[in-house]
């Protein structure tokens, strides 16, 4: 008796203290099953402009639902990728914040290790148990999870189907099979703007991609500090394969990245190349006024040409962006409801529908059997992500990475000098 | 002030000495102060703008400087901590910080040589042609003036672009391989295109000065001279370099200024991430400051850039003080 009044004591005192938990100050976890009245408070969520140009009608109906449930409007913001950072380092720093933000997946370790964002239930948000990896470890701090994932993409090899039947391939299955294809486009087609493989020299996530598919590594932690891999022989050889394409099979500048080269493979003068599932569309379909995503699409030249595959060989980065409730967001329960409805299992379907890959591993033979996705859900089992420093993301806008690839590609250093000097940069930024 | 005077002096066949001037004239040539208070009061508004536009940020910028703020501090709103001149010795005993330097200066060096000269032979053209070629000349170079450096930083990108510029096309059609040439991986090549926009950007305002000036060069001088039998190159050197002497300084100064603080066109060329071979010592305290989240250490960068600026403008003002000597 005396053991079952002290337990339903116990009961009763976490469930309180579970209460008091969840009502939250601005300092306490934001709860995003609780009922808030939203009436005349505007909710500002900040998205990046792959929603506004992707899936827009996943953010609507997610507003939708939420102006249902709570009587709160919402304002989307729509970001460009283009030096953003510098724009949320000041808005955080600032009075002025949005309560909802999304991020890279590669850059929220910095904001989540600074301090940017609340804590938040990771058991109230749909599916969380199977999230995929490489989006839900970025937004774990200690312990204590900061962020939500939102989608993911994988990169996948896309192709000139009209180019590999006049030559008699088949869509490679093995990478020495991707080379041979290349060799025998290149043979086929002389013209002096043909790339039988499109690889641009500063294509970062390409570059470390044939890094991680010859069984190199990045960078890894040896007890207290990161030290970096690209130098040891296994991420050399990968380099060296990536090289090989870029200056055999590739035509064009040596130095530029890869933001340009779906026009470059719209204008049918290219075999191969790597990217995006997503740009499977943006090569068939591409904006009349470039400077208006909301103007209609025209067909390219290679409309109907295209196929993608899974890249064999080389396994994908597993890009992507989560979600955030900043710590200085005036209404961070409403943000954490917001962030619930437009990562739940509706939401997720209509994404998948436009060609994203969602959030957890459960959702992913959903994702496979949208047409043309296929190749990235098989892509995005088997993905790997950067390594988890705090500081990774200083790599990244340091330009390491980048300035290693393209002195190999136009052959300013040997990939053995390269690598070394990359290493040095890396272990300085990450430990500094 | 007595600028004014100076450059209505020459021109006038007055008679030797300055005209009787007024009384307070006369008074105020003995003592600068003796016009009252009003010079300074009347400048009091403009200063209290430069105060509070430059003043304090630069006094923030030096105090950050002697602290280690970093993005933490940033987003919670901690004081960062003082670590002293451990920054400037950070910077100073960097490598790259001296070549980036070193770069800095050299490509200053080189493009306001070609500006000035480009700009004076601009000038001595425009002379030399009729008055409605030299209207349309000012016509075309205010265009140029005024043309915002981002936009031509991108059109000149777009002109260099390896896949789809303008250049490269048409290099190729005259006979040259230049298809798909990279203007950007050699960054000789690199700053020969950047050098270009700076220098074709700056052209116009030098011209349009020393325009100006050359026309207070008197043209009886120049006719005696070549009566005399001068060459052209011996009146260019004796007689008019002579009289634009100060107005070459002071341009020539200012170019310095400017193209020292380079930033817009390395950065919108290389599309916001220049590399390291095409950092100038603005971009690169940006990118230290913005990137890295290393905001201490890049108002440390900035601090040095302004001393160095400093040491140049000596001369400008010095020429300034001179110009207000002279009759």
Not at chain 1, 119 to 128: A, P, V
Request: contains cysteine.
């Amino acid at each position: 008796m005396k053991r079952k009044i002290a337990l339903a004591a116990a009961l009763a005192t976490t469930l309180l203290a579970a209460a008091c938990g969840s009502d939250s100050g601005s300092s306490g976890t934001p709860n995003a099953n609780a009922s808030v009245d939203g009436k005349g408070k505007t909710l500002k969520v900040w998205l990046m402009v792959d929603a506004q140009s992707g899936w827009k009608n996943v953010v609507d109906q997610a507003n939708q639902r939420f102006t249902q449930a709570t009587g709160a409007q919402v304002q989307v913001d729509y970001q460009q990728w283009g030096d953003h950072l510098a724009k949320v380092d000041a808005t955080l720093a600032g009075s002025d914040v949005p309560d909802v933000m999304e991020l890279g997946n590669t850059e929220m370790p910095k904001y989540v290790f600074n301090g940017a964002f609340h804590e938040l239930d990771k058991s109230q948000y749909d599916n969380s148990a199977n999230w995929l990896t490489g989006l839900s470890a970025p937004c774990e701090l200690e312990g204590k999870t900061y962020c939500v994932p939102y989608y993911a993409g994988a990169r996948v090899l896309i192709y000139n189907t009209d180019l590999f039947s006049k030559a008699g391939l088949k869509p490679p299955t093995t990478y020495d099979e991707v080379v041979a294809a290349a060799k025998t486009l290149k043979e086929k087609n002389t013209g002096s703007k043909f790339s039988a493989f499109y690889a641009p020299g500063k294509y970062v996530y390409a570059g470390l991609a044939w890094v991680k598919g010859s069984g190199g590594e990045i960078a890894k932690k040896d007890g207290d500090k990161w030290v970096g891999q690209l130098n040891q022989q296994a991420s050399q050889d990968g380099l060296t394969k990536w090289a090989d394409l870029v200056k055999n099979y590739s035509v064009g500048d040596k130095t530029k990245d890869e933001q340009d080269q779906d026009p470059i493979f719209a204008q049918g003068q290219t075999g191969m190349m790597y990217g995006s599932s997503w740009e499977l569309g943006a090569v068939q379909e591409q904006p009349k006024d470039p400077n208006n995503p909301e103007s209609p699409k025209v067909k390219t030249k290679v409309n109907g040409k295209v196929a993608a595959t899974a890249m064999p060989g080389i396994p994908s980065f597993l890009g992507g962006s989560n979600l955030g409730v900043t710590a200085k967001a005036a209404n961070p329960e409403l943000a954490a409801q917001w962030i619930k409805i437009f990562t739940d299992t509706q939401s997720q379907e209509a994404l998948i529908a436009k060609g994203a890959l969602p959030n957890a591993t459960n959702l992913l033979d959903k994702a496979a059997a949208v047409e043309g996705n296929k190749a990235s859900a098989e892509a995005a089992k088997n993905s790997w992500f950067v390594p988890m420093a705090p500081k990774w993301a200083e790599v990244e806008s340091a330009n390491v990475i980048q300035e290693m690839l393209t002195s190999i590609a136009t052959g300013k250093a040997t990939v053995a000098d390269a690598t070394k000097k990359a290493d040095d940069q890396i272990n300085t930024i990450l430990n500094s | 002030m007595s600028a004014v005077d100076s450059r209505s002096a020459p021109a006038r066949p007055t008679p030797p000495g300055p005209p009787a001037p007024p009384a307070h004239k006369r008074r105020k040539r003995r003592s600068s102060t003796s016009g009252g208070g009003t010079p300074y009061w009347l400048a009091v508004p403009a200063l209290v703008m430069l105060i509070g536009l430059l003043g304090y940020p630069m006094i923030r910028m030096v105090v950050l400087s002697f602290q280690n703020m970093r993005l933490r501090e940033l987003f919670q709103g901690l004081t960062p901590p003082w670590v002293g001149l451990d920054n400037y010795t950070k910077v100073l005993t960097d490598d790259v910080f001296w070549s980036v330097v070193l770069r800095t200066v050299v490509f200053t060096a080189v493009s306001v040589v070609l500006t000035v000269v480009l700009g004076l032979a601009v000038a001595l053209l425009m002379r030399r042609v009729a008055p409605g070629v030299r209207i349309a000349m000012i016509i075309a170079m205010m265009f140029v003036w005024a043309m915002p450096q981002l936009v031509a930083a991108q059109i000149f990108r777009w002109l260099v672009d390896a896949n789809f510029g303008v250049i490269n096309y048409m290099l190729t059609q005259l006979g040259f391989d230049f298809e798909n040439h990279s203007w950007f991986a050699d960054p000789k090549q690199g700053w020969v295109v950047i050098t270009a926009l700076v220098v074709w950007a700056g052209i116009p305002f030098i011209a349009i000065t020393l325009n100006a000036g050359l026309t207070q060069v008197p043209k009886e001088l120049i006719e005696a001279a070549t009566v005399d039998g001068a060459s052209p190159w011996q009146a260019l050197r004796n007689i008019t370099l002579p009289i634009l002497k100060q107005l070459i300084v002071i341009v020539t100064t200012l170019s310095v200024i400017w193209n020292f603080g380079l930033f817009t066109q390395p950065w919108v060329i290389r599309d916001g991430k220049p590399e390291a071979e095409y950092q100038t010592l603005a971009t690169y305290a940006y990118s230290v400051a913005f990137k890295n989240n290393n905001y201490s250490l890049g108002s440390a960068i900035s601090v040095i850039t302004v001393l160095l600026l400093l040491f140049v403008m000596v001369f400008y003002i010095r020429q300034m003080f001179k110009i207000g000597d002279v009759d």
